[in-house]
């Protein structure tokens, strides 16, 4: 026979199956809580790791940012041509020491002027130069003179800024030497080549001591050679024309040249200056201290005795320059050689009787 339940004991059973259901409810709980902590929840990948700034990360921040179109400034202009060359020179340098006690060698005295190109001719590159100048030399047998004339002139000529070419006119033979048809040929050749305007007649010998001596042309006939040693320094005299003048084109063919019939020693420079008396115009120069030259000393040349027609010559210049001269020039041209620092042109220039 069974026995009978005590009162209330279904409800402790029941009590304890709720209590049990819940412990397990939670205990399943508490265990999806933790595994969802450790996996993350579901589809979330993990993020990745950070990286460090970089180290210019403050210079990033602080620069601008550019704009999203910056218009590109225009392109700059091509530089203009050179202006003129001012005057005077800012190269000059002044007095000079002239000295012929060193030979000169003539290949070290190009690599000494690099500008200077073949033909002895050279313009600045800068400014464009004020004048066209062709320094004529008359020649004969003088070559160690030569070369202390390149050697200190080239320098003092580039210094100066001047467009400028250089002519040795070679008389080849025996006759007297005849320095003025030289310098007329000298025009002549070298009007051929180029525009010049402004010519130099230089002798070989005489080298200036002061680079303010500006060998080119002025409104009237200049005379470099005014201060030489050969003359202790002073004007001979007043009238004295010879060694280094400068005539401009137009002063040149005014007087028609020089004249062509002075052959030997002395004599043209007289006519010239009667020349360009006779047509009106005067004489400029230097001053004394800036007109300083100095001469190598030599003997005279064989063939270049003094001319005993000079001062008979001289006295008639008015009656005779306007048939003696650049309108009755007649020569031969030999031969024309380009060296690195000059242009030597060797011409048959007849004879007196010729």
């Not at 025996?174 to 000298?186: D, Q, T, V």
Request: proline share 11%; hydrophobic share 35%; net charge positive.
């Amino acid at each position: 026979m069974k026995e009978p339940s005590l009162p209330g004991t279904s409800l402790q059973r029941a009590c304890r199956l709720l209590v049990a259901f819940c412990a397990l409810h939670l205990s399943a709980t508490l265990l999806y809580y933790l595994a969802g902590s450790a996996l993350g929840p579901p589809g979330s990948p993990e993020p990745p790791p950070r990286r460090p700034p970089p180290a210019n990360f403050s210079q990033l921040l602080s620069r601008p940012s550019p704009p999203a179109a910056r218009a590109r400034p225009p392109p700059a202009e091509p530089p203009g041509p050179p202006g003129p060359c001012p005057e005077p020179s800012p190269l000059l340098v002044g007095a000079l020491r002239v000295e012929f006690s060193q030979p000169v060698n003539l290949e070290e005295v190009a690599r000494m002027n690099p500008m200077v190109k073949a033909g002895g001719r050279f313009a600045p590159k800068d400014c464009i130069a004020l004048q066209k100048v062709a320094i004529i030399i008359p020649f004969r047998n003088r070559e160690e003179h030569l070369k202390y004339w390149l050697y200190y002139l080239h320098p003092i000529l580039q210094r100066q800024q001047l467009d400028y070419g250089i002519y040795v006119i070679n008389q080849d033979g025996e006759e007297e030497f005849n320095r003025a048809k030289l310098l007329n040929i000298g025009f002549a050749e070298a009007l051929k080549e180029y525009d010049y305007n402004c010519f130099v007649f230089s002798d070989v010998d005489l080298i200036p001591m002061d680079d303010r001596n500006t060998y080119k042309c002025y409104s009237q006939p200049r005379h470099l050679s005014v201060s030489m040693d050969k003359f202790g320094f002073r004007l001979p005299y007043n009238q004295y024309f010879g060694g280094v003048s400068a005539l401009s084109k137009e002063q040149f063919t005014k007087i028609n040249g020089f004249p062509n019939n002075y052959w030997g020693w002395g004599g043209e420079d007289d006519d010239i200056y009667n020349r360009l008396v006779f047509k009106g115009m005067g004489i400029s120069r230097p001053d004394a201290v800036i007109g300083k030259c100095r001469m190598i000393r030599h003997s005279r040349d064989r063939k270049n005795e003094p001319n005993p027609e000079r001062f008979d010559r001289i006295a008639h210049t008015r009656e005779t320059m306007n048939s003696d001269g650049l309108n009755t020039l007649s020569y031969k041209v030999l031969r024309t050689d380009k060296y690195p620092l000059y242009t030597k042109i060797t011409v048959d220039i007849g004879s007196p009787n010729s």
